[in-house]
């Protein structure tokens, strides 16, 4: 049978900077930081099927003061070792979702991949995208190993990984951010990342300032959460605090 885990990082504040800052929910107040910052969970999540061991975008890529990646301590609380993930499946490479797709190692000082018996499936126009200078929504230093790796397969606008794994790019929050719907044999399940983000933009018509093409992301949303009250799909929510995943 399927497992789904969900892999929460904690709850953040960003605005315009594009800084993560941790928020304590029972401590601090959401008014007393700056104008325009939205509340969101970061929230990678595992998927267990009778084929892969699938991790759904990789989250902040934090470390403890052991060097140990945040990701890695989740996993291993859940009797998951991280060399036992199979795919890592990539919404998009912004670094609230990809900061830990590779891990700087300090003796070497170079970066490896994070999980090292997997492969990794990201877009191939995102990935170029991201590797430019300039743009704070990405670490290009820790996605440049990704180029010409042995074990990154570049997707392009759609398709299905292994039979049961469908991919589509949106082009909605982000110009390549693509979405998956995994095909498990007793349901499908839905990974939005940023274009499905929470449980209450599914339910209300929603247009962000924020995405690429609001419009249009707002429009998939209410196309998805049609097709899975029609066909009882879950839903997985990368950002929400309260329902990180809900079956309908």
């Known amino acids: 049978m399927t497992q789904i885990i969900p892999l929460s990082e ?9 800084e993560f800052i941790p928020f304590k929910l029972d401590q601090d107040d959401l008014q007393s930081r700056s104008r325009g910052s939205l509340l969101v969970e970061i929230q990678p999540f595992l998927v267990i099927t009778e084929k892969d061991i699938i991790l759904l975008d990789t989250g902040l890529g934090f470390t403890d003061e052991f060097n140990n990646l945040q990701i890695h ?7 998951i070792n991280p060399l036992q993930v199979t795919k890592v499946l990539m919404s998009h490479l912004h670094k609230d979702h990809a900061g830990g797709v590779t891990k ?22 995102e990935l170029n995208f991201a590797l430019q200078p300039g743009n704070p929504s990405y670490h290009p230093s820790r996605l440049a190993l990704l180029q010409n790796h042995e074990q990154v397969v ?15 790019v949106t082009a909605a929050h982000s110009p390549h951010h693509q979405v998956f719907t995994i095909d498990t044999g ?11 983000p929470q449980l209450k933009q599914m339910k209300n ?19 998805w959460w049609e097709a899975g009250n029609k066909a009882n799909w879950t839903f997985l929510f990368y950002h929400d605090i309260q329902t990180p995943s809900i079956r309908l």
């Open 104 to 125: 700087y190692d300090l003796m070497s000082q170079q970066y490896f991949l994070s999980f090292p018996n997997a492969k990794y499936y990201i877009n191939e126009q």
């Open 10 to 18: 904690g709850s953040f504040t960003i605005d315009q900077t594009k």
């Open 154 to 168: 570049l997707l392009g606008n759609e398709g299905i990984i292994d039979d049961y794994i469908y991919f589509q």
């Open 73 to 79: 301590q989740h996993l291993i609380v859940h009797d």
């Open 205 to 223: 018509k929603f247009v962000a300032k924020y995405d690429h093409d609001g419009k249009k992301a707002a429009s998939l949303r209410n196309e």
């Open 186 to 196: 007793d349901g499908k399940i839905f990974f939005g990342g940023d274009d499905a």
